[in-house]
């Protein structure tokens, strides 16, 4: 049986209620997503609220809502957050996103949506809502993104790199272009296999960048270190 918590420099995360436990994917995002200047940020499908504790960490000021449709999950995301030290900025909605309405805008937005979007099912139905985007497609995330992003936001998500340049095109539909990209390279001479891409309604050249995360099993490029850090406790 896997550990039932990931403990983290300045937080702990419970999972063993999720589907979707803690991983590189949810990192990398927390680390990397624009959270300089954001006063409102949105967490959509929270899972642990791993991501949303990251953001908290880093931003000292902002406002966090984090969505979670599954109900076992929004508990254990609610549990997470209210143990770490800024629950005061935080809550958790359980909610579809497509039937969530704010009264406010957000300056960020960040998602680790379900994908595997062309694989069989799993045979776990939690697990399976997690990991599959049947119930919330990219076309349904990227619309309510776009009506829930401040004129001058951001919007970043971590997605399969071999669906990047289909997501791509859907949010040029919604005036949603990107403006960063990494993509993620898992060992020496690999091809990216994960891409963090960060959106915003200026259309510009997107700057790409590449983070390579092991050198070899269990040895961490410096790139990847430096990046998550402030999070993992023997970086």
């Not at 990991?131 to 998500?157: A, I, K, P, Q």
């Amino acid at each position: 049986m896997s550990n039932p918590y990931f403990q983290f420099k300045q937080f702990t995360v419970r999972h063993d209620k999720c589907a979707m436990k803690v991983g590189t994917d949810g990192v990398l995002l927390g680390a990397w997503a624009p959270v300089q200047n954001a006063k409102y940020i949105l967490d959509v499908g929270a899972g642990s609220g791993l991501i949303s504790l990251q953001l908290a960490q880093r931003n000292p000021w902002a406002s966090i809502t984090s969505i979670e449709i599954d109900p076992a999950a929004a508990a254990q995301a609610k549990e997470n957050i209210q143990s770490s030290p800024w629950s005061d900025r935080m809550e958790v909605i359980c909610s579809d996103f497509r039937d969530y309405h704010a009264e406010n805008k957000f300056d960020l937005i960040v998602s680790n949506p379900p994908y595997f979007v062309d694989s069989l099912e799993c045979p776990d139905r939690q697990r399976a809502a997690a990991r599959h985007n049947d119930s919330l497609t990219y076309e349904d995330l990227l619309e309510g993104v776009s009506g829930l992003l401040t004129e001058n936001g951001f919007f970043t998500v971590v997605i399969p790199a071999d669906v990047a340049e289909r997501v791509k095109k859907i949010a040029s539909i919604k005036k949603l272009y990107a403006v960063r990209q990494l993509n993620v390279i898992t060992k020496p001479g690999g091809i990216p296999k994960r891409v963090l891409i960060t959106f915003s309604f200026s259309n510009q050249e997107c700057i790409v960048e590449e983070l390579l995360t092991e050198l070899a099993r269990h040895q961490y490029s410096e790139e990847y270190m430096t990046l998550t850090r402030d999070y993992y406790l023997n970086m």
